[in-house]
């Protein structure tokens, strides 16, 4: 019979794992496998570790042998994205960094510069990471030289279900030395309404793993007839007088646990680990630049999608080239075939773009203009 009077142990060696009290449970022992322990014994350890129980005078009362092998389980369960394994007799170890963010990159520019001056108010520069995925035409170090860590991966086809794959298995490498890690893509720039200092504050006040989601989502405009191209990088909200709100980009952008990402990263599986940030905005900044954005497309012609990408996407991707034809192909929304259309062509439906955006439009606050 199993009481509150006995203590539990997991035993390998000269290390052992009480089992805590609340998880006697009259005459039922209930392990508690969030730490997947009895597997990280055998890994180890390289032997079987044992249960023993204790009385309340100390005097051993059961000790048995737990034989399991970790590839169980090993198909279904990413251990070294397990945070949660409990320390051995020992504190755990105390991550010496606080916030680090990342993003991916190619060819990019103008989002570049932005990315790295912003975020540099949140965090150290060091502590900022850009993967450099295959830039042929701009490459990063070109772009901010070294104002923040690059890290350099090989040009691929580009497959969004990939991405998402080595942006979590980072995320959690990072996780290993910082407490929180941030990840948005190249344009995307988060900023609450108190300031940084104030988005510090709520962050290292958290006592409990949790990802967070800014409260609004929303794309800066650039204005076809009101607003001029940008100069510089610097004070871009007040280079621009509208916004519209897009719930597309209330992601999950900020964790301090391993998150689980759709491709797209507009979502995650831990939903019942995310929380919302109230006043935390997250800018899209696809928008800011109707120079910017043709000159970008006219760029990233060079990178293919791969063939899972377009399987899988094939209703809403036009390919990178049409056989035979100059310019940038696109999905005729009306048609629903694929035209080509040069520079002019493309400036055009950019700008039709952003009217379309603009009937929700809204004023540009001032705490914004400030912000970035």
């Known amino acids: 019979m199993v009481t509150n009077e006995l203590r539990a142990y997991i035993v390998s060696d000269h290390y052992n794992w009480q089992i805590p009290r609340h998880v006697l449970n009259g005459s039922d022992l209930f392990f508690i496998d969030d730490a997947y322990i009895v597997l ?14 204790l009385d309340s005078k100390g005097v051993i009362v059961l ?21 949660n394994f409990q320390q051995w007799n020992a504190e755990g170890f105390k991550k010496l960094k606080r916030i680090a963010v990342f993003a991916h990159s190619f060819n990019e520019n103008l989002h570049l510069k932005i990315f790295v001056d912003h975020y540099s108010k949140l965090t150290d520069p060091s502590d900022i990471y850009v993967i450099d995925h295959g830039s042929d035409t701009i490459k990063a170090v070109d772009v901010i030289q070294d104002k923040c860590q690059i890290i350099y991966l090989p040009k691929t086809a580009r497959d969004d279900f990939n991405i998402k794959q080595y942006c979590e298995y980072f995320q959690r490498f990072l996780l290993t030395q910082y407490e929180w890690v941030i990840h948005v893509d190249i344009d995307e720039m988060l900023v609450h309404e108190k300031g940084m200092e104030h988005l510090r504050e709520i962050l290292f006040s958290q006592t409990s793993g949790v990802v ?68 935390l905005w997250l800018l899209h900044m696809k928008h800011i630049s109707i120079k910017q954005m043709v000159d970008q497309r006219f760029i990233r012609q060079t990178n293919e999608f791969s063939s899972q990408m377009l399987g899988s996407l094939k209703s809403s ?10 310019g940038i192909p696109y999905l005729d929304p009306k048609t629903g075939e694929y035209k080509v259309e040069d520079r002019a062509q493309f400036e055009l439906r950019i700008k039709g773009e952003i009217e379309n955006l603009l009937r929700n439009g809204e004023k540009i606050p001032d705490w914004l203009k400030v912000a970035l």
Request: glycine share 8%; proline share 7%; hydrophobic share 35%.
């Open 317 to 326: 991707l036009a390919p990178q080239k049409l056989e035979g034809q100059e």
């Open 212 to 279: 967070f989601s800014p409260e609004y989502g929303v794309e800066i405009l650039h204005h076809p007839t009101e607003d001029a191209e940008l100069v510089g990088h610097l004070n871009v909200c007040a280079q621009r007088k509208y916004f519209s709100r897009n719930i597309s980009y209330v992601k999950p952008a900020i964790a301090s646990i391993p998150a689980y990402w759709g491709p797209g990263f507009h979502y995650c599986l831990n939903d019942s680990k995310t929380q919302t940030i109230p006043g």
């Open 63 to 83: 000790d048995e042998s737990i034989h399991l092998d970790g590839s169980m389980v090993s198909q279904s369960i990413d251990f070294a994205g397990h945070t």
């Open 40 to 53: 990280r014994c055998i890994k180890a350890f390289n032997k079987s570790p044992k249960v023993v129980f």
